[in-house]
């Protein structure tokens, strides 16, 4: 910044053009020959003239026969880097149509912004390209790859965890059991509220939903049926798994994600821990042993929602409600149900855990993992789901 | 002398209950470079803080080119905030913003200028701050020193009258820092830049520093401010004599 002088204003000799912004700068031109230009610029050289400074010595630099072009600065009140570079512009402008560029009136303080700015380091071109959108076939190619990637890495993944099980099953003390029952009370107790919530609310609606169909038929009872076969069966351990995917497959991601960006992975590698037993392990066991506990109370609290409308609703008597849910499914179902519920708390950490460790960066990183983790959890939910409904069908 | 551009008074600095200093009173003059010094804990970034505005007084008050900064208004804040720069200690850059979109990010919202005009401008702090050619560089693809350079450019983005510097020369090796250190003083004797800065680091204050203020953890205040050439052989009070003397306490 180059200190105020009182009365920038002042007259200008030999000038032929003349003109000044609001409050800004001005720019005087004078042509004491035909191929050679006199720029007189006076007052503010900053960013709020950076437009109109640009502009006007561009349009001074067209023209017709020009050979030197002298810029007087003496009457320049403050110049910063924005004038600086304004400055720089002009002189690459000028060497490029061979026109030869002269300071008067460049003070020290001038000078110093003006070195700044070196012209061969501000022409440098990007050392990297700006990352460009691909032809379509080169994004699906790309998306192929990726997502071939990405089952590679979370089927190697699950494989190094079973292995760590497999340690830890071998020597129990390699695990952290007092992370173990944190990460308990996280994913089962904590989730109970809304667990129970949405299960109670499913199964009202599916009871009030079917009511109004079996009606119909006088099959009324049969809406006990329906609520405990569904929720047993499917939507129990379904809609557990995504809640539990949203709740806690996501919190995984990000916590680990956290601690890579932090390099408290790498502290643990070199502090000789393996990280997929210090940090995935612990999360997976509480998962597995907590899931189908909360699958066990989303199909109760969904068969209570079921019997609140057979009662309330279709004039059933909460004996025979419930002696019709019995007669309807049996301990295998549960059992089947139990077991899905587990596999799918085993998908729904493993790769909140994987995700976690894939982090690469900083913040928004983290927030990619964290998304990656739910949609490709509700994903594997789903095929694992299929494939349980095709085993159990033939088996 | 012109007035001061900042001036702490009688400030009562700390969060919530907790308070770390006490009767904090001092001025920044116009274009100087003032350190803020004192040992680890002393409370330097959270007077840092209480300048910019990110913490507000427990007592007492800052006044940024004469705005009481908690009393301010909205739009009085935003432009006290449009006319400082802030590096914060771990650079703060957007991760998932190139260089080059970083440093234009507040030249596009706050001025008028065309977006290329703009870019050109975020370009040419890049190569002030000897980054030229990494525009599109992420800030992971970049090294400790070139953060803070990056740093340092966007927070010069608005070609700011006072820029403040939180630990600049953290984690940096000896040859980066004193790069950074010239490239300080570059910027300060250029533009004229009034420059706060917190540090403990003895190379870069004696290197820089026109004039440092001393913070005590036991004395929950200021115990010193000067030259801190001065104040190294000078100073009455023995603890600042082993500060800038890096002597184990007595």
Not at chain 1, 256 to 272: F, H, P, R, S
Not at chain 1, 366 to 386: E, K, N, P
Not at chain 2, 50 to 67: C, D, E, F, K, S
Not at chain 2, 114 to 140: C, F, I
Request: with cysteine.
């Amino acid at each position: 910044m180059v200190g105020p002088r009182p009365a920038w204003r002042r007259r200008l000799s030999g000038v032929q053009q003349m003109t000044c912004t609001q409050e800004g700068f001005c720019l005087a031109q004078a042509a004491p020959a035909p191929d050679r230009l006199e720029l007189r610029l006076s007052g503010r050289l900053g960013l709020a003239e950076f437009n109109d400074l640009t502009r006007g010595l561009a349009l001074a630099l067209e023209r017709e026969g020009l050979g030197a072009l002298l810029l007087d600065l003496s009457g320049v009140d403050y110049l910063d880097s924005a004038g600086a570079l304004a400055l720089a512009r002009l002189e690459a402008q000028a060497a490029q149509r061979g026109v030869a560029v002269e300071y008067r009136g460049l003070e020290a303080a001038a000078q110093g912004i003006k070195d700044l700015l070196r012209p061969e380091e501000l022409a440098k071109p990007p050392l990297i390209a700006p990352q460009r959108q691909g032809n379509p076939i080169e994004i699906l190619g790309n998306s192929w790859l990726s997502l071939s990637r990405d089952f590679y890495q979370v089927v190697g993944f699950l494989g190094e965890l079973l292995a760590g099980g497999g340690r830890a099953l071998r020597n129990p003390r390699l695990v952290r059991w007092g992370e173990v029952f944190f990460y308990m009370e996280q994913v089962g107790v904590n989730g109970l509220p809304i667990v129970g919530l949405i299960s109670f609310l499913l199964g009202l609606i599916m009871a009030f939903m079917s009511f109004l169909q079996l009606q119909s038929f006088g099959a009324n009872i049969y809406v006990a049926n329906l609520v405990a076969l569904a929720m047993v069966k499917e939507l129990g351990p379904i809609m557990t798994a995504v809640l539990v995917a949203g709740r806690s497959g996501s919190a995984f991601a990000a916590e680990i994600g956290t601690m890579k960006v932090n390099e408290e992975v790498d502290a643990l590698v070199v502090m000789g821990y393996d990280p997929l037993v210090f940090l995935a392990l612990p999360k997976v066991l509480a998962a597995v042993l907590m899931v189908p506990l909360l699958t066990l109370f989303a199909d109760l609290l969904a068969i209570t929602g079921g019997l609140a409308v057979g009662v309330v609703g279709m004039g059933l008597t909460a004996q025979s409600y419930i002696n019709q849910t019995l007669n309807s499914i049996n301990p295998n179902d549960i059992i089947t149900s139990m077991l899905k519920s587990a596999v799918f708390a085993l998908l729904i950490a493993g790769i909140g855990c994987q995700r976690g460790f894939m982090v690469r960066g900083g913040a928004q990183a983290v927030g990619q993992a964290t998304t990656s983790a739910v949609v490709a959890a509700m994903f594997l939910i789903i095929v694992a789901d299929s494939i349980f409904a095709i085993v159990l069908h033939y088996w | 002398m012109a007035d001061p551009i900042i001036r702490v008074e009688n400030l009562v600095a700390g969060y919530g209950e907790s308070v770390i200093l006490k009767d904090v009173d001092f001025a920044v003059e116009r274009g100087e470079i003032l350190v803020i010094v004192g040992g680890s804990g002393c409370g330097k970034s959270t007077l840092l803080k209480h300048m910019i505005g990110l913490n507000p007084a427990l007592g007492g008050r800052v006044l940024v080119r004469g705005v009481d900064i908690d009393q301010a208004s909205e739009d009085e804040l935003a432009r006290v905030h449009q006319s400082i720069g802030v590096l914060f200690q771990s650079s703060a850059l957007f991760g998932s913003m190139t260089l080059l979109e970083n440093v234009a990010l507040p030249l596009i919202d706050f001025t008028d200028l065309p977006r290329d005009l703009a870019r050109e401008l975020a370009r040419a702090k890049l190569t002030m701050v000897g980054l030229a050619g990494y525009d599109n560089h992420l800030p992971s693809e970049i090294s400790g020193g070139m953060k803070k350079r990056a740093g340092l450019a966007r927070a010069m983005a608005l070609d700011p009258v006072v820029l403040f510097f939180d630990e600049p020369s953290a984690g940096l090796d000896p040859v980066t820092s004193a790069e950074l250190d010239q490239l300080i003083l570059k910027i300060n004797q250029g533009l004229g830049t009034t420059m706060v800065i917190v540090s403990h680091e003895l190379a870069s204050i004696f290197a820089i520093a026109h004039r440092v203020v001393m913070l005590d953890k036991a004395e929950q205040g200021v115990i010193a401010v000067g030259d801190p050439r001065e104040l190294k052989d000078h100073s009455p009070d023995p603890r600042v004599r082993e500060f800038f003397r890096r002597q184990p306490r007595a």
